[in-house]
Structures are given as structure tokens and as C-alpha cells.
């Protein structure tokens, strides 16, 4: 659905965002784009509707190119594709109601369809009872739920997610990217999000590229690139996900076993280790949830028994490495 | 009483008071009526904006910065021809505002320039991001979204006026500060000098407060 094939983004002052950049987007995933600041994360969103021009290479939105695109050809395709912003970029002056209404206003959609579509649009974010009130009066959390509401407004295929929720604590965070999932199951929007943040990766995406000096270094499946990463700037970003990179020292054989799925839930080390009379110490551990399937990457030491069948066993289970 | 300010003619007090007023009024009209495109033009086409153009926007800022460099009483008297040209007289109420206005524009579309600044670019990226036109954009979000601070810049520009007006005075164009001028300064009367000065600060008073009540009107927050 989206397809860009080697961008660069070179600006006045000579200073290169982007410097050529592949990317596949599919219809109906949400795809993240992580990097630190300064990686070109912004200006390759902003690529996606025209809000910035690359200078060279080829940005394609279903077979469309959007270099060819100027005046009301824009203006037509930044019409499926919504955007959200870190400082959510409502319109101070206006009420909820009027911020919301502006997209379908200026795509020139009557009063009747208009108040019809509003009301909509706040209920499906959860802020029906706010349409009278002003930005100001609203919590971060909610002023980007108005920005959601806003983008949803003109029934876009797309969503584009500026560090959407950077800006906010990490507990609203939570909550507006559990709306994001949402939306994309129920109206099958493809969300492209960019983010710092590993942990919003972790929750939201299907698959993730990540961003180091204007370059893809690595892309795949939020779980081949979190559980396997092998760009050294994925590990960084991995375990600055509080995660501490120093191993402990163990005197023995280690074992990294990676579980997914369903063997998550099994009691896989205490059945080992009564068949094998191996013992397990965990030097390093992390158990938890990539959007809705369980993961578990732990870092073992075999002590005594037969610690060759034990791996053997282990491996039975997932993904063992040395 | 009568005796304090024996100089003050009130009646003619009253007439000086209309024609500030006036020239005050059709300046400020005017000044607002061609500073705030200007303005507009000024941020549009600055860099990073929807219509950057260095051209355009290097040749408005000099124009802006030349006028405003221009020391008032000068500007007065070098568009003597010009005045009299758009005016049909360089005198009285009519032949101040020509000055007025050029002096004043240039001021006010830099303070609206300012004022669309404060625009938070999210904000500009969000209109454009919805398929807004330029048009959208400058009508639905940025004139709104600036206008406090387009009503605090028009509050200035009219406090600004006022001096010049006074100053105006001083060329044949009437009002209050031509009072102050001939009969408190180079008569030395005192008292008239007082009232007038006395007047303008009134004036100045209620523009300040009148403009502060707009603003505040339309600040949402």
C-alpha cells in the first residue's frame, strides 16, 4: 500500500534526513518506524502526505506517486491519510466540536452530514460529553483523542502517527495506543507510527524498521527485530527498554532460550530440570507481550546433571543460543 | 477655576479632540486594512512556509524595515507630494492620514507577522495535512488561531498613532498635539499644554483598555 524506494532528503542547509530509504508498508498493518532524534523519523512520515518533497527517489501510495501530485491531487490524497502530532495540533481557538468538523468543512461536506459525523467521531474516542469545551480545558490524553477524532474525520485508509504519544505519561499512553489497536482492527486502517520508544512498538505494532543517520538498518516483525535483534543500533534501543545490557558473570554453559506463543505458558524449566537433573540460575529475563502474542527471553545457567540433555530439551521448547 | 486656565479655549480644545479622533479613526482603519495582508504575505512567504520565496519575502522585509527606519516628522514631510497627490491637500485631517498610515502599516504587519509566529506548527501541519488550500489555512486556522495577538498588535499600533497624530500636529494637520505645540510650547501656556496632554493620556487609557477587554475576549484558555 505504501512503497518507497530509495529516498533521500537532502535540506537547504545540506544536512541529508534520509539517505536512501526502501520501506513496504501493507494494507491493514501498523507498522513503526523507531529511531532516536535526529534519524530522519519525522521528515519520512512527513514524506507520506506531501508535507515535505523528497529529493530524490520514488514515494508511491497505492501505485500513486506523490511527486507527480500538486493542488487539488494533494489535497485529495491527504484526504485518506490522516496524521496525529506530539503536540496534537488542535486549534486553540476552536471548540472540540470545531476542531473536529474542520477536515470535513474544508473537504467541503454539508452541515447535516457534518453534525451527523462529529458526534460520531467523539464517541468512537471516548469524549461525547466534551464537544463544548475548549483544548485548554482537556488533559494531554485527551487532546490527542481529538486529534485521532479529527484525523478519522474524512474516512482515511491511512494514519500517520508522529510521536503520537511522546508527549504523554505512560499510562495515557497505554490507553491511546490501545485506541490505535483498536481502530485498526475494526476499521482495518493501516497505522504508520513513528516513535523513541521500543515500548510502543512492543504494544501496538505488527512490524517495525528501524531508523539509525537516514538509513533502514533493520526491518522485520516486532518480534524477529525484539527478540533477534542484529543492527548493534536495535540492541541499544533494546536495552534502553529498561533493560540492563551488562550479563552477569555465571562459572558454566549458558543458555539464551527464546519462547514464544503458547510455550510461554509452560513450565518448561522445572520439568527439565526434574527429567534431567539439571538446576537453572536466571541471570536475565524479560517475559511479557509483542501487541497481543506472549513472548519470554531468558538467560540461564546449567548447573550440574546432565546439562547436554537439558539443552536438548530446552530446544524443544524454542530457540536456544549459546 | 477660570483663573488656572485662563489660555484654554474649550471650543477649540473640542474641535482639536475631533480631529484626532478622526484622523486617529480613518488612520487606524486603514493602517489595519493594509498591514494585516501585509503581515500575512510577510509569514507566508517566509522560509519554511507555504509560500517561501526569498525574493518576495527579503524585498517586503526591506520595504518593512525601510519605513519603519524613516523617523516620523521626516516621513511627513518627504511624502509631501504624495500625500497631496492621494489626499488632494497636505494639510488638515486629510493630509495626515497618507503619513499616518505608512508610517503605521509597516509597523502593524510586522507585529501580525509576530503574532502568526506564536502559530504552533503542529497546528499549520494539521490544517495541511487535511488537504486545507493556502486559503484554508490563513482564514480557518491561522487568522484565528493569531488573533489575540493580532488584536494586542492593533492595540499598540493604535497607541502608536496616537503619538503620531501629535506629531502630525506639528506639520498643519490639526488635533490635540498641534494645540500642545503652538499655544503650550511656543506660547508657553502652560495650562493648555496640560489639558491636551491630559486628553491624550484619556485617549491612550481606553485604547489600552478597550484592546486589553478584546483580547482577553478571544483567549481560550
Same mark, same amino acid.
Given at each position: 500500500?505504501? $512503497?518507497?524506494?530509495?529516498? $533521500? =532528503?537532502?535540506?537547504?542547509?545540506? $544536512?541529508?534526513?534520509?539517505? !536512501?530509504?526502501?520501506?513496504?508498508?501493507?494494507? /491493514?498493518?501498523?507498522? !513503526?518506524?523507531? /529511531?532516536?532524534? !535526529?534519524?530522519? =523519523?519525522?521528515t519520512l512520515v512527513r514524506l507520506l502526505n506531501g508535507l515535505e518533497r523528497p529529493t530524490a527517489g520514488k514515494v508511491e501510495i497505492d501505485g500513486i506517486a506523490l511527486d507527480g501530485l500538486s493542488g487539488e491531487g494533494l489535497r485529495a490524497l491527504r484526504r485518506r491519510v490522516g496524521m496525529i502530532f506530539q503536540n496534537f495540533g488542535l486549534l486553540g481557538s476552536r471548540t472540540i466540536f470545531d476542531n473536529v468538523a474542520l477536515p470535513l468543512r474544508i473537504a467541503g461536506a454539508d452541515k447535516a452530514r457534518i453534525a451527523a459525523r462529529v458526534p460520531e467521531l467523539l464517541a468512537r474516542v471516548g469524549l461525547a460529553d466534551h464537544r463544548a469545551k475548549y483544548p485548554a480545558q482537556l488533559s494531554g490524553g485527551q487532546k490527542q483523542r481529538v486529534g485521532i477524532a479529527r484525523a478519522l474525520a474524512t474516512d482515511p485508509d491511512i494514519l500517520l502517527c508522529d510521536e503520537a504519544t511522546s508527549a504523554l505519561d505512560p499510562e495515557t499512553t497505554r490507553s491511546i495506543l490501545a485506541l490505535l489497536g483498536d481502530l485498526n482492527r475494526e476499521l482495518g486502517l493501516t497505522i504508520v507510527l513513528i516513535? $523513541?520508544?521500543?515500548?510502543?512498538?512492543? +504494544?501496538?505494532?505488527d512490524r517495525v524498521a528501524v531508523l539509525h543517520a537516514g538509513r533502514v538498518v533493520e526491518a522485520g516483525s516486532v518480534a524477529d527485530v525484539f527478540l533477534r535483534p542484529r543492527a548493534a543500533e536495535t540492541r541499544a534501543l533494546i536495552d534502553e527498554d529498561g533493560e540492563d545490557a551488562r550479563p552477569l558473570a555465571f562459572d558454566g554453559p549458558l543458555a539464551r532460550l527464546t519462547l514464544q506463543g503458547d510455550a510461554v505458558l509452560q513450565p518448561v524449566l522445572t520439568r527439565i530440570a526434574r527429567e534431567t537433573g539439571t538446576d537453572f540460575v536466571i541471570l536475565? /529475563?524479560?517475559?511479557?507481550?509483542?501487541?497481543?502474542?506472549?513472548? !519470554? +527471553?531468558?538467560?540461564?545457567?546449567?548447573s550440574g546433571g546432565n546439562t547436554e540433555a537439558a539443552l536438548a530439551a530446552l530446544r524443544q521448547h524454542g530457540e536456544v543460543a549459546a | 477655576?477660570?483663573?488656572?486656565?485662563?489660555?484654554?479655549?474649550?471650543?477649540?480644545? &473640542?474641535?482639536?479632540?475631533?480631529?484626532t479622533l478622526a484622523m486617529l479613526g480613518g488612520s487606524l482603519?486603514?493602517?489595519?486594512?493594509?498591514?494585516?495582508?501585509?503581515?500575512?504575505?510577510?509569514?507566508?512567504?517566509?522560509? &519554511?512556509?507555504?509560500?517561501?520565496?526569498?525574493?518576495?519575502?527579503? &524585498?517586503?522585509?526591506?520595504?518593512?524595515?525601510?519605513l519603519r527606519s524613516v523617523p516620523?516628522?521626516?516621513l511627513l514631510i518627504v511624502m509631501i507630494p504624495l500625500t497631496v497627490l492621494l489626499a488632494g491637500t497636505s494639510l488638515g485631517v486629510a493630509g495626515a492620514i497618507p503619513p499616518l498610515v505608512v508610517g503605521a502599516a509597516p509597523f502593524f504587519?510586522?507585529?501580525?507577522?509576530?503574532?502568526?509566529?506564536?502559530?504552533?506548527?503542529?497546528?499549520?501541519?494539521?490544517?495541511?495535512?487535511? &488537504?486545507a488550500t493556502t486559503r484554508d489555512l490563513v482564514f480557518r486556522a491561522l487568522l484565528p488561531e493569531a488573533l489575540p495577538g493580532?488584536?494586542?498588535?492593533?492595540?499598540?499600533?493604535a497607541i502608536a498613532l496616537v503619538s503620531f497624530t501629535a506629531m502630525a500636529g506639528a506639520v498643519g494637520a490639526g488635533g490635540l498635539g498641534d494645540l500642545a505645540i503652538r499655544f503650550g510650547y511656543q506660547r508657553f501656556q502652560t495650562d493648555v499644554m496640560l489639558v491636551t496632554v491630559a486628553l491624550l493620556l484619556v485617549l491612550v487609557q481606553l485604547l489600552q483598555m478597550a484592546g486589553d477587554r478584546l483580547v482577553r475576549h478571544f483567549t481560550r484558555r
Open positions: 500500500m505504501i $512503497h518507497l524506494e530509495n529516498v $533521500h =532528503k537532502a535540506f537547504a542547509n545540506g $544536512h541529508a534526513a534520509l539517505a !536512501g530509504v526502501d520501506l513496504e508498508i501493507a494494507r /491493514g498493518e501498523v507498522f !513503526g518506524i523507531i /529511531g532516536r532524534s !535526529g534519524a530522519g =523519523k519525522s516513535t $523513541h520508544e521500543m515500548e510502543v512498538v512492543r +504494544q501496538v505494532c536475565d /529475563g524479560r517475559i511479557g507481550r509483542l501487541r497481543d502474542a506472549s513472548f !519470554g +527471553q531468558l538467560t540461564l545457567g546449567l | 477655576m477660570s483663573g488656572w486656565f485662563a489660555n484654554v479655549d474649550w471650543s477649540e480644545i &473640542g474641535q482639536a479632540c475631533l480631529d482603519l486603514l493602517t489595519l486594512a493594509l498591514g494585516l495582508p501585509l503581515g500575512v504575505l510577510l509569514f507566508l512567504t517566509s522560509p &519554511g512556509q507555504v509560500w517561501q520565496n526569498r525574493v518576495v519575502s527579503g &524585498g517586503l522585509a526591506l520595504a518593512v524595515n525601510l516620523f516628522i521626516i504587519a510586522r507585529l501580525v507577522e509576530t503574532a502568526l509566529r506564536e502559530v504552533d506548527r503542529n497546528t499549520i501541519e494539521a490544517v495541511q495535512a487535511m &488537504g493580532i488584536l494586542a498588535g492593533a492595540t499598540v499600533t
